[in-house]
């Protein structure tokens, strides 16, 4: 009798998955088929299949609190949310996918009042004489989704280790996410930075805080690459700078094993003068490629870091994120070439503007697509397309510095983002992400096209 239980409970969780696979044709099939690469087709079939596998054979996916729930996502971006404020349960939604609309209420920290912003991110401190900037929230379509709660936040990350590992633009939004947290704090001082015992590991580019009533600290590696910038003896015994596409960047391996949460990025570094035109440059094993295309060494250093990643992160315990590129936006030239963007006071009004999908982000889909671990794909591209009036521009230094109106020669920085500031959103999404993996609002699943 219990085998032929048995036999009828294994009989209806087969039917059950075969009926979700031919529901899953018939999805991929319809109008989102178009804009979908195979690969990533192909890896929405499979999260999908493991989702529904883990749901009903894992006994702890039951828990819907359970804060060690797994981001079955591959990519992209869709998480099942609840309407705050009808209480009501919404259709799936992209929550990369929406416009931004004006909102008169407070950033959720004061410009000008966060220690931890770096001078070069505040605009405030620097001078910048309009705000309207900061009265925009990202409203993505079809759902809402929650106001960042700085309290709520601490909580999830009670006992944890938040780590962002990239360039400048994640130091951008680790230091906003610092910035938020301790707004919540009614005391201050509960906050410090974290002094490094390992060795060296400030010079190498290691920062953190501490959240010291929440054992918690949110933490920065500096690596804009992923993977390890070198050097070697070229003919005339002269030291030369190469970037190592096979191996990932040391410093990450000493960090990584007591993190929670790794949220990494990697892209800007890959537009400059030297990696786009990739000559004498890339280096695999002791062979330095006299040329080699930016979009295949980018392709390269992405599956070193993808390999890692699956030979190391412990996917029970540690959640992985991927922060897309985050666009630039100069005027009449490069960055050193005289490119502007000040006096810009409103994002982008025409709702139909494209600032053209940049081609990393179709490489970084194809390799999370290919991964074993569960990696949460951001994609802030749009998000960011219509943000002009956000980057500190001429504001990047302070008055004494610049003079009291751009100067010839002078540098504007139109790819980082003026603190409070667009990063502030990400973090907002990072936070209703969180909220949905640990049970604290409703969802189906991560990552599907459900």
């Known amino acids: 009798m219990a085998d032929l239980k048995n036999l009828f409970l294994i009989t209806k969780h087969q039917i059950f998955l075969t009926s979700l696979f031919f529901l899953s044709l018939f999805l991929l099939s319809s109008s989102l088929l178009p804009v979908l690469s195979p690969s990533l087709i192909v890896s929405s079939f499979t999260s999908r299949l493991l989702t529904a596998a883990n749901f009903f054979s894992s006994p702890s996916s039951t828990s819907a609190s359970s804060d060690t729930a797994t981001l079955y996502t591959v990519s992209p971006r869709r998480i099942r949310v609840k309407n705050e404020f009808k209480k009501i349960e919404l259709t799936s939604c992209d929550i990369f996918d929406g416009s931004w609309v004006f909102d008169d209420t407070k950033p959720v920290y004061s410009p000008g009042y966060c220690p931890f912003v770096e001078d070069k991110f505040n605009c405030f401190k620097n001078g910048r004489p309009d705000s ?49 947290l301790r707004s919540a704090l009614e005391d201050k001082n509960r906050v410090s930075k974290v002094s490094w015992r390992r060795s060296n590991l400030q010079n190498e580019g290691f920062y953190g805080f501490r959240f010291k ?32 596409l096979d191996v990932i960047q040391g410093s990450i391996k000493k960090i990584y094993k007591d993190a929670d949460i790794i949220v990494f990025n990697t892209g800007h570094w890959w537009t400059h003068q030297k990696t786009y035109e990739g000559k004498d440059y890339y280096q695999e094993g002791n062979r330095v490629y006299e040329k080699l295309g930016v979009k295949e060494a980018y392709t390269r250093a992405l599956h070193t870091w993808s390999d890692w990643v699956d030979s190391n992160i412990n996917m029970t315990k540690t959640r992985v994120f991927f922060v897309g590129y985050s666009s630039s936006h100069f005027r009449k030239g490069a960055w050193n070439a005289g490119g502007q963007c000040d006096g810009e006071t409103r994002p982008i009004q025409n709702k139909t503007y494209t600032g053209g999908y940049p081609w990393m982000m179709k490489v970084v889909e194809s390799v999370i697509s290919d991964m074993k671990t569960p990696v ?48 502030d959103s990400w973090n907002q999404l990072l936070y209703a992400t969180l909220l949905v993996s640990r049970g604290s609002l409703p969802y189906k699943s991560l990552g599907t096209l459900l």
């Open 213 to 244: 009533d929440f054992g918690c600290s949110v933490d920065f590696i500096k690596s804009p690459f992923l993977v390890q910038e070198s050097e070697v003896l070229d003919g005339y015994g002269k030291r030369k700078e190469t970037l190592r």
């Open 132 to 180: 309207g900037f900061l009265r925009y929230r990202w409203q993505p379509h079809g759902c809402s989704i929650p106001r960042f709660d700085g309290k709520k936040m601490l909580k999830i990350l009670r006992g944890k280790r938040l780590v962002f590992v990239g360039d400048s633009l994640n130091r951008n939004m680790w230091e906003s996410l610092v910035c938020s």
């Open 376 to 423: 949460f794909y951001m994609n802030i591209t749009k998000m960011t397309w219509y943000r002009t009036d956000g980057h500190p521009s001429v504001y990047r230094q302070p008055v004494e510095t610049r003079g009291s109106s751009p100067a010839t020669g002078v540098f504007q920085d139109c790819s980082h983002w003026c603190l409070p500031g667009v990063p």
